[in-house]
């Protein structure tokens, strides 16, 4: 049951008023905005009749930025001051681009030399971030929806009560924070963000579904990337069990294939014509079985060409495509913990989901047809807007949460160079886990601590997401200290992690929000790294935790001596303890765990005799002065 809400003093909403919400695609390559009209969701158009806004940005030093379909003109004639694709950089460290800058057709600043700032690029207009170019297309989204919800002569002082903005289902918690920053600069009200595939499932209204518990998968196939996403549906809440895909997986391999077997063909090179041709021919084999293709011989071509492609002939040419998003599709089960036949519907998303191929390959897997009724260019903002009415308040009925996943595993750096998992990958968000760790010296007064994400054991092979230390721990032994770490994950992805040492009270805490992040590729590879070193991540765990605990025993014996060797053991005593504990250091240096394990147990054994001393200094101690009748 919803909470029952209070307004502000004086702000209280007339009965029959209407707020304004949209929901909003921010893609690559094309944009959208949508709205809620008399209960209907549909996607707006501009003045002449698109929906689609490339998501380009023009910049000159004489006029303000241009948006959309003028900027995207410009590609050719002003390549160093029109920005496209600017998704693929958001939340990217100048340091990461670095490496693509000689491929990029942009010139980033010199100044972005910092430990990881903002990119910045340069154009006529100046220095602009990424973040900034994404705020300028939010903005042009923004106006069009006022234009068409208020009109054009009421646009002063119109404002959007709220907005639901689509990201990702693999972006981190740099991407989605850039995101938030682009809606804030661009004057948006941003109710929250959405992982597209749940948006697709709200739009086909798989959310209002009467069934106690239900399972959906969206299969969402782009022109660069697949996602694949396993959703549950239990008593209005809307759960994202499982998340998988390939970054570099799409409908422009779909082009490339049918490229290269044209440059077969004509005894060519893979060129921009013949990747331009493949695509128009994949477009036209979507309504025909057959295209009839006329190459002629030029600067492109070795030879000329002609001839009948039929669909048959194209589907052998991009099935390896559609079979690896099969495999995907599997594991992406397999990590749900459910099977095909659990499954209730299957959404399409993305304009490659076009293909019959595709469709038919799906439906085989599943083995009932998958839903296909919305334009899947569409249904990602046509969600997004269901769920922005819902969010801003004029869907009374609307109870609907939506619960999405960590795609990789949150954790700690602990001694030995390990990575401990706090929250594991593929658990529900908003989460909050806490952990207990202890100190490992006598009189540490201060840790460290370092967040990492992935699945490797080692912190190494993990990436670092910040750093930050905890100060003021009353001096103890070793292991005295207790130290909670608590891990949050909010409803938008973004986390954060505290610290505080429960004796003392002494805490610190950091948000996390780096300004580069990890792709879908990256967390892809991770995720694959995990399953195939799995053997060599065990091995290098266990010899790092024999190391670190060899390191303790020589600390504690260490310790021990420093207070009272010199009284409780003679002089050939004392040297044959040190020559067993040299002699596990020496052998700590080396790889073997097993090795190390055994020598530890040995200087345990042979320090048992020093170590019953100490008791009974203790016993006596403790006895001393004192009667039996007072005991």
Request: no cysteine; net charge negative; aromatic share 4%.
């Given at each position: 049951m919803a909470l029952l809400q209070i307004s502000e003093p004086g702000q209280a909403a007339a009965p029959h008023e209407h707020k304004l919400a949209v929901g909003i695609d921010l893609g690559t390559t094309n944009s959208l905005v949508a709205t809620v009209r008399s209960g209907s969701a549909s996607v707006l158009d501009d003045q002449v009749g698109d929906t689609m806004l490339p998501s380009v940005v023009n910049y000159s030093a004489e006029s303000a930025p241009e948006v959309g379909r003028a900027a995207f003109e410009k590609i050719v004639t002003d390549p160093l001051n029109t920005l496209a694709s600017i998704k693929r950089i958001l939340g990217k460290s100048s340091a990461e681009l670095q490496e693509i800058t000689p491929q990029s057709p942009y010139l980033f600043s010199d100044k972005s030399g910092d430990i990881s700032p903002v990119p910045k690029i340069l154009t006529a207009a100046g220095e602009v971030t990424p973040i900034e170019v994404s705020a300028e297309i939010l903005k042009s989204l923004k106006r069009r929806a006022l234009e068409t919800l208020v009109g054009e002569s009421m646009l002063d002082g119109a404002e959007l009560d709220g907005a639901v903005i689509t990201v990702p289902a693999y972006f981190d918690d740099a991407q989605r924070q850039a995101t938030k920053d682009a809606a804030k600069l661009a004057g948006i009200k941003l109710l929250r963000l959405l992982n597209e595939p749940t948006a697709a499932a709200v739009a086909y209204g798989l959310d209002v579904q009467e069934d106690e518990?239900?399972?959906?998968?969206?299969?969402?196939?782009?022109?660069?990337?697949?996602?694949?996403?396993?959703?549950?549906?239990?008593?209005?809440?809307?759960?994202?069990?499982?998340?998988?895909?390939?970054?570099?997986?799409?409908?422009?391999?779909?082009?490339?294939?049918?490229?290269?077997?044209?440059?077969?063909?004509?005894?060519?090179?893979?060129?921009?014509?013949?990747?331009?041709?493949?695509?128009?021919?994949?477009?036209?084999?979507?309504?025909?079985?057959?295209?009839?293709?006329?190459?002629?011989?030029?600067?492109?071509?070795?030879?000329?060409?002609?001839?009948?492609?039929?669909?048959?002939?194209?589907?052998?040419?991009?099935?390896?495509?559609?079979?690896?998003?099969?495999?995907?599709?599997?594991?992406?089960?397999?990590?749900?913990g459910v099977a095909q036949e659990d499954i209730s519907e299957v959404v399409l998303v993305g304009g490659s989901t076009r293909v019959p191929l595709v469709r038919e390959m799906v439906e085989e897997f599943f083995g009932y047809p998958p839903l296909a009724g919305i334009d899947p260019d569409q249904v990602v903002a046509i969600g997004a807007a269901i769920q922005a009415d819902i969010l801003v308040g004029n869907k009374k009925d609307g109870e609907l949460l939506l619960l999405d996943v960590t795609p990789l595993t949150l954790?700690?750096?602990?001694?030995?160079?390990?990575?401990?998992?706090?929250?594991?990958?593929?658990?529900?968000?908003?989460?909050?886990?806490?952990?207990?760790?202890?100190?490992?010296?006598?009189?540490?007064?201060?840790?460290?601590?370092?967040?990492?994400?992935?699945?490797?054991?080692?912190?190494?092979?993990?990436?670092?997401?910040?750093?930050?230390?905890?100060?003021?721990?009353?001096?103890?032994?070793?292991?005295?200290?207790?130290?909670?770490?608590?891990?949050?994950?909010?409803?938008?992805?973004?986390?954060?992690?505290?610290?505080?040492?429960?004796?003392?009270?002494?805490?610190?805490?950091?948000?996390?929000?780096?300004?580069?992040?990890?792709?879908?590729?990256?967390?892809?590879?991770?995720?694959?790294?995990?399953?195939?070193?799995?053997?060599?991540?065990?091995?290098?765990?266990?010899?790092?935790?024999?190391?670190?605990?060899?390191?303790?025993?020589?600390?504690?014996?260490?310790?021990?001596?420093?207070?009272?060797?010199?009284?409780?053991?003679?002089?050939?005593?004392?040297?044959?303890?040190?020559?067993?504990?040299?002699?596990?250091?020496?052998?700590?240096a080396g790889d073997d765990a097993s090795i190390i394990e055994k020598k530890i147990e040995q200087l345990n054994h042979d320090s048992e005799f020093y170590a019953a001393r100490r008791m009974d200094q203790s016993v006596n101690s403790a006895l001393s002065g004192q009667r039996v009748d007072d005991i």
């Amino acid at each position: 049951m919803a909470l029952l809400q209070i307004s502000e003093p004086g702000q209280a909403a007339a009965p029959h008023e209407h707020k304004l919400a949209v929901g909003i695609d921010l893609g690559t390559t094309n944009s959208l905005v949508a709205t809620v009209r008399s209960g209907s969701a549909s996607v707006l158009d501009d003045q002449v009749g698109d929906t689609m806004l490339p998501s380009v940005v023009n910049y000159s030093a004489e006029s303000a930025p241009e948006v959309g379909r003028a900027a995207f003109e410009k590609i050719v004639t002003d390549p160093l001051n029109t920005l496209a694709s600017i998704k693929r950089i958001l939340g990217k460290s100048s340091a990461e681009l670095q490496e693509i800058t000689p491929q990029s057709p942009y010139l980033f600043s010199d100044k972005s030399g910092d430990i990881s700032p903002v990119p910045k690029i340069l154009t006529a207009a100046g220095e602009v971030t990424p973040i900034e170019v994404s705020a300028e297309i939010l903005k042009s989204l923004k106006r069009r929806a006022l234009e068409t919800l208020v009109g054009e002569s009421m646009l002063d002082g119109a404002e959007l009560d709220g907005a639901v903005i689509t990201v990702p289902a693999y972006f981190d918690d740099a991407q989605r924070q850039a995101t938030k920053d682009a809606a804030k600069l661009a004057g948006i009200k941003l109710l929250r963000l959405l992982n597209e595939p749940t948006a697709a499932a709200v739009a086909y209204g798989l959310d209002v579904q009467e069934d106690e518990s239900v399972v959906h998968a969206i299969y969402d196939l782009g022109g660069g990337t697949f996602d694949i996403s396993i959703l549950r549906l239990t008593r209005g809440v809307f759960e994202v069990m499982a998340t998988g895909g390939d970054a570099m997986l799409g409908g422009d391999d779909m082009d490339h294939l049918l490229a290269e077997w044209l440059a077969i063909k004509t005894e060519s090179r893979l060129n921009p014509y013949l990747l331009m041709k493949a695509r128009r021919v994949k477009e036209e084999l979507t309504e025909r079985d057959s295209v009839e293709i006329e190459l002629e011989e030029s600067d492109s071509l070795a030879k000329s060409w002609s001839g009948n492609l039929t669909r048959d002939k194209f589907n052998s040419i991009v099935e390896p495509i559609v079979k690896r998003t099969v495999r995907l599709m599997r594991r992406a089960l397999r990590d749900a913990g459910v099977a095909q036949e659990d499954i209730s519907e299957v959404v399409l998303v993305g304009g490659s989901t076009r293909v019959p191929l595709v469709r038919e390959m799906v439906e085989e897997f599943f083995g009932y047809p998958p839903l296909a009724g919305i334009d899947p260019d569409q249904v990602v903002a046509i969600g997004a807007a269901i769920q922005a009415d819902i969010l801003v308040g004029n869907k009374k009925d609307g109870e609907l949460l939506l619960l999405d996943v960590t795609p990789l595993t949150l954790g700690l750096e602990i001694m030995g160079g390990m990575s401990e998992g706090v929250i594991p990958r593929n658990t529900t968000i908003p989460v909050a886990r806490a952990q207990e760790f202890t100190t490992f010296k006598d009189g540490q007064s201060a840790i460290s601590i370092h967040v990492v994400q992935g699945e490797r054991d080692m912190v190494v092979d993990n990436r670092s997401l910040a750093r930050f230390e905890l100060r003021g721990i009353p001096p103890m032994v070793a292991g005295a200290a207790r130290v909670r770490v608590t891990f949050q994950v909010d409803a938008d992805g973004l986390l954060s992690v505290s610290a505080r040492e429960e004796n003392s009270g002494v805490q610190a805490d950091i948000e996390v929000r780096p300004s580069y992040g990890l792709n879908d590729g990256e967390i892809e590879g991770m995720l694959k790294e995990s399953y195939q070193y799995a053997t060599e991540d065990r091995d290098a765990r266990q010899l790092s935790e024999q190391k670190v605990e060899a390191a303790r025993t020589i600390e504690a014996l260490e310790s021990a001596l420093a207070k009272d060797g010199s009284k409780l053991l003679n002089k050939d005593e004392m040297d044959t303890l040190r020559n067993k504990m040299q002699e596990l250091i020496d052998i700590a240096a080396g790889d073997d765990a097993s090795i190390i394990e055994k020598k530890i147990e040995q200087l345990n054994h042979d320090s048992e005799f020093y170590a019953a001393r100490r008791m009974d200094q203790s016993v006596n101690s403790a006895l001393s002065g004192q009667r039996v009748d007072d005991i």
